[in-house]
T-cell receptor, first 107, second 113 residues
Framework: LAKTTQPISMDSYEGQEVNITCSHNNIATNDYITWYQQFPSQGPRFIIQGYKTKVTNEVASLFIPADRKSSTLSLPRVSLSDTAVYYCLLHTGKLIFGQGTTLQVKP | DTEVTQTPKHLVMGMTNKKSLKCEQHMGHRAMYWYKQKAKKPPELMFVYSYEKLSINESVPSRFSPECPNSSLLNLHLHALQPEDSALYLC????????????FGSGTRLTVV
């Protein structure tokens, strides 16, 4: 199964833009890139998914270069409530979680 | 209804007990999943059901027994668990097994004593 690599943790301040980069060098042709957010003692929540180029929704943007070997989740103007673990996953059939990035937003 | 509901929210059981976790969704999703999550670790896939049939068993010990009585319900029967089985058990659903955008429940916090 293709693996993803992302930073273990990141710190930011309220109002800043946060970019979390995920590496997936062995991504397969059929893989979609998907990001989930998880708060403590809750289930993960789907944020965004994409195949190539850029995808934007009301929560985040996802940037994927042409070679698709990495992707960047962009969270605009974060608030304290964005403190969570963010998972980058490659989705072909079953959803397998990697270690995730713990984002700490400070006041 | 856009939720996955899991009951109970908390469960404490002895190693000789038999208990069941319940998961329900009314979104018309035909794929349902059980994940196990230990503290500060990512969720680990346990079972996948597709159209009420077991599709994937990720080599889970037989003391965990899944059941899908109908398209809206998913159970996880527990028997003779060990303390190391204590974890957050998460249920999820998606439109089909290959569809994107899983909806997760809030989980059942299980403690085995």
């Amino acid at each position: 199964l293709a693996k993803t690599t992302q930073p273990i943790s990141m710190d930011s301040y309220e109002g800043q833009e946060v970019n979390i980069t995920c590496s997936h060098n062995n991504i397969a042709t059929n893989d979609y890139i998907t990001w989930y957010q998880q708060f403590p003692s809750q289930g993960p929540r789907f944020i965004i998914q994409g195949y190539k180029t850029k995808v934007t929704n009301e929560v985040a943007s996802l940037f994927i270069p042409a070679d698709r070997k990495s992707s960047t989740l962009s969270l605009p103007r974060v608030s304290l409530s964005d403190t969570a673990v963010y998972y980058c996953l490659l989705h072909t059939g079953k959803l397998i979680f990697g270690q995730g990035t713990t984002l700490q937003v400070k006041p | 209804d856009t939720e996955v509901t899991q009951t109970p929210k908390h469960l404490v059981m002895g190693m000789t007990n038999k208990k069941s976790l319940k998961c329900e969704q009314h979104m018309g999703h035909r794929a349902m999943y059980w994940y196990k999550q230990k503290a500060k670790k990512p969720p680990e896939l346990m079972f996948v059901y597709s159209y009420e049939k077991l599709s994937i068993n990720e080599s889970v010990p037989s003391r965990f027994s899944p059941e899908c009585p109908n398209s809206s319900l998913l159970n996880l029967h527990l028997h003779a668990l060990q303390p190391e089985d204590s974890a957050l058990y998460l249920c999820a659903s998606s439109q089909t097994e290959t569809a994107y955008g899983y909806t997760f429940g809030s989980g059942t916090r299980l403690t085995v004593v």
